[in-house]
T-cell receptor, first 110, second 115 residues
Framework: ETGVTQSPTHLIKTRGQQVTLRCSSQSGHNTVSWYQQALGQGPQFIFQ???????GRGNFPPRFSGLQFPNYSSELNVNALELDDSALYLC?????????FGQGTRLTVV | LAKTTQPISMDSYEGQEVNITCSHNNIATNDYITWYQQFPSQGPRFIIQGYKTKVTNEVASLFIPADRKSSTLSLPRVSLSDTAVYYCLVGAPAYYGGSQGNLIFGKGTKLSVKP
């Protein structure tokens, strides 16, 4: 149990739709990161938020956006969904160099 | 960030010691070596972290030679529940100018433990 919770656990969307995924980070962790994990691959860094500001971004298009709230919870928004966006989306809150991951949201785009 | 190379898969039997080696030839002075474990449909879980020589905790040991160009994760007496993917990561902590949450994962090593 990492103290990081994500919702929903599973989601099915249609191509072209928009989706919002949510993450409640571990208490006291002011940094949250989002990762995309395709089947059989390692997690790929999407972006990171520190004290409500984006603080680093991976190689993902602008239709991937995020928010971090004053209580350090976070959202990942994806617009204009594509079939290749189907993946496990992981949220992680960080303390020093150790990251605590949630169980992920399995997104399927059909 | 330094790139890492690990075996794609390994097989073992219950009760054996398993050693997974990771190569990181371009490791930088401020980089630490961290290992994560991931079960299917779950997020990765921190196992162990080290900078040099040997680190041991309740679940694993990490061996790092003097040149730090490789590292070995050692799992003593594995059980069926150790079947998972193991990732080796290299990066600098935030207090050394690294990105705290930007972890670079490779494809990892899929460990299968058999009865």
């Amino acid at each position: 149990e990492t103290g990081v919770t994500q919702s929903p656990t599973h989601l099915i969307k249609t191509r072209g739709q928009q989706v919002t995924l949510r993450c409640s980070s571990q208490s006291g962790h002011n940094t949250v990161s989002w990762y995309q994990q395709a089947l059989g691959q390692g997690p790929q860094f999407i972006f990171q938020y520190y004290r409500e500001e984006e603080n680093g971004r991976g190689n993902f298009p602008p239709r991937f956006s995020g928010l971090q709230f004053p209580n350090y919870s976070s959202e990942l928004n994806v617009n204009a969904l594509e079939l290749d966006d189907s993946a496990l989306y992981l949220c992680a809150s960080s303390l020093q160099q150790e990251a605590f991951f949630g169980q992920g949201t399995r997104l399927t785009v059909v | 960030l330094a790139k890492t190379t690990q075996p794609i898969s390994m097989d073992s039997y219950e009760g054996q010691e398993v050693n997974i080696t990771c190569s990181h030839n371009n490791i930088a002075t401020n980089d630490y070596i961290t290992w994560y474990q991931q079960f299917p449909s779950q997020g990765p879980r921190f196992i162990i972290q080290g900078y040099k020589t040997k680190v041991t905790n309740e679940v694993a040991s990490l061996f790092i030679p003097a040149d730090r160009k490789s590292s070995t994760l050692s799992l003593p007496r594995v059980s069926l529940s150790d079947t998972a993917v193991y990732y080796c990561l290299v990066g600098a902590p935030a207090y050394y100018g690294g990105s705290q949450g930007n972890l670079i994962f490779g494809k990892g090593t899929k460990l299968s433990v058999k009865p």
